[in-house]
T-cell receptor
């Protein structure tokens, strides 16, 4: 069974600094995808970045990058040059190939301090 | 990505009543999903809705409580029946869009439900 663990319930970061949000996962399937979503206080879930298990390079999307360490089963999200608008809940999620179900972690609440 | 809308955006309901939530997508999609997010919690999948077939429910969710319709490839509804305060949650629909070996799920804006 797939499982996602986010060990940081909350983080406070100074504006303009970089921040790393931790995510570890567990699966026996060699083919899977890892996703990060942002949930502002409005409640919507915003897709940020995707990493496939066979991707050779770490995924990047603008200020977001994914530090993928397959042997350690970790997929940490790195946000560079943080902004006040980055304050939100961040969820790591995983999906195994051939299974439509997306499993979410418990989330990390990120607060950017001016 | 896709433009996904949900109605209503929020509602306050009395216990024992039912609420139907609509999810509309601006393109045809095969799979639609319904999630529940209880206060301070993560997202939990309620069911997967395919067009033209019965929805597939996750453990702990039953059709009598959460009936789902999927009349076409752009629309779905979730009904929360015989509501109790424990049903107070954000309900989100999502769709899978092909963008590689694994479809990325994109979410609607959610429906905030408070049951008194």
């Amino acid at each position: 069974a797939q499982k996602i663990t986010q060990t940081q319930p909350g983080m406070f970061v100074q504006e303009k600094e970089a921040v790393t949000l931790d995510c570890t996962y567990d699966t026996s399937d060699p083919s899977y995808g890892l996703f990060w979503y942002k949930q502002p206080s409005s409640g919507e879930m915003i897709f940020l970045i995707y990493q496939g298990s066979y991707d050779q390079q770490n995924a990047t999307e603008g200020r977001y990058s994914l530090n993928f360490q397959k042997a350690r089963k970790s997929a940490n999200l790195v946000i560079s040059a943080s902004q006040l608008g980055d304050s939100a809940m961040y969820f790591c999620a995983m999906r195994e190939y051939g299974n439509e179900k997306l499993t979410f972690g418990t989330g990390t609440r990120l607060t950017i301090i001016p | 990505s896709a433009v996904i809308s949900q109605k209503p955006s929020r509602d306050i309901c009395q216990r024992g009543t039912s609420l139907t939530i609509q999810c509309q997508v601006d393109s045809q999609v095969t799979m639609m999903f319904w999630y529940r997010q209880q206060p301070g919690q993560s997202l939990t999948l309620i069911a997967t809705a395919n067009q033209g077939s019965e929805a597939t429910y996750e453990s702990g969710f039953v059709i009598d409580k959460f009936p789902i319709s999927r009349p076409n490839l752009t629309f779905s509804t979730l009904t929360v029946s015989n509501m109790s305060p424990e049903d107070s949650s954000i309900y989100l629909c999502s769709v899978g869009l092909a963008g590689g070996p694994l479809e990325t799920q994109y979410f609607g804006p959610g429906t905030r439900l408070l049951v008194l």
